[in-house]
């Protein structure tokens, strides 16, 4: 099945020390987006690839950086990390059409745990 | 600047009473899309709407769209327990970035 993956699923680090999480999709898909997620919040968008073009979002720290590789993979690098950092991390792709819908699919998160 | 603000923020109800949750956008958008998510799990995908008019069902789930009105509706028929969860609306436009602006979210609590 098509489906969006995220690894690893849960991820603790310590104060500072940088923290890589993976995305993967085969669905093909033009667009994968990350989000950042607290507890009782909607997701907050940090960026997002439209194939190569690479899209930051004017509120996300420098301490977040991301790469695309090639379609299937996007990496969310954290640099160093702090306690205000620990959240549930979500990768999702779209296909990025302007006609249809553009439906969102999501993976499954990664928690991430800063001591 | 594009808004989307859903109400309530919780919503508590007992097992098979109906109700509907509301999503309302503040400038023009072109698509809509409801979304569920468990606690501590991801979100999945329940409806996609993208005309005026728009209506879409699942279950005891009913998502309509009036774009004049700048409103999605989400209703429960008949509410189960299974249906706890958090619901979010999300609207895009068909040209740009094509991100979602999230709204707050609601809480649905079903009680048995």
């Known amino acids: 099945d098509a489906m969006v993956i995220q690894n690893p699923r849960y991820q603790v680090t310590q104060f500072g020390k940088p923290v890589t999480l993976s995305c993967s999709q085969t669905l093909n898909h033009n667009v994968m987006y990350w989000y950042q997620q607290k507890s009782s919040q909607a997701p907050k968008l940090l960026f997002h690839?439209?194939?190569?073009?690479?899209?930051n979002e004017a509120d996300t720290p420098d301490n977040f950086q991301s790469r695309r590789p090639n379609t299937s993979f996007c990496f969310l690098d954290i640099r160093s990390p702090g306690l205000g950092d620990a959240a549930m991390y979500l990768c999702a792709t779209s296909r990025g059409s302007g006609q249809g819908d553009n439906e969102q699919f999501f993976g499954p998160g990664t928690r991430l745990t800063v001591l | 600047e594009l808004k989307v603000e859903q109400n309530p923020l919780f919503l508590s109800m007992q097992e098979g009473k109906n109700y509907t949750i509301y999503c309302n956008y503040s400038?023009?958008?072109?698509?809509l899309y409801w979304y569920r998510q468990d606690p501590g799990k991801s979100l999945e995908s329940l409806f996609v709407l993208l005309s005026n008019g728009a209506v879409k069902q699942e279950g005891r789930l009913m998502a309509s769209l009036d774009t004049k009105a700048r409103l999605s509706t989400l209703h429960i028929t008949a509410a189960v327990h299974d249906l706890s969860a958090t619901y979010f609306c999300a609207v895009d436009r068909t040209s740009g970035t094509y991100k979602y602006i999230f709204g707050t979210g609601t809480r649905l609590k079903v009680l048995a």
């Open positions: 400038t023009t958008s072109d698509r």
């Open positions: 690839y439209y194939d190569k073009d690479f899209n």
